[in-house]
């Protein structure tokens, strides 16, 4: 991948959670699907003690851009399928 390029990647139920889910958010044989973006590539930094502040910031991007992705995949699921949270 290169950087800003999008991938969508399926993993089905069989290498994800499987019959047995993540209730509530994941139904036993669901299929998972992720949009992922790759924002930067980083060189190793030697770090010699247990100390991954350098990563901290970049991680909570990330999380907070993957929780826009999940909630816009989400969105377009509801209105495909025709169903809102508000039932």
């Not at 950087?3 to 993993?11: I, Q």
């Not at 019959?19 to 992922?36: H, M, N, Q, R, S």
């Not at 973006?37 to 909570?60: A, G, H, K, Q, R």
């Amino acid at each position: 991948m290169c950087v800003g390029e999008v991938r969508k990647l399926v993993l089905p139920s069989e290498i994800a959670y499987g019959d047995a889910g993540a209730l509530p958010d994941i139904l036993p044989g669901a299929t998972l699907v992720f949009e992922v973006e790759l924002m930067d590539i980083l060189s190793p930094t030697v770090n010699n003690d247990d100390d991954d502040d350098y990563y901290d910031e970049s991680n909570e991007e990330m999380l907070r851009h993957q929780k826009e992705i999940m909630e816009r995949h989400r969105e377009e699921e509801q209105h495909h399928s025709g169903k809102s949270d508000d039932l």
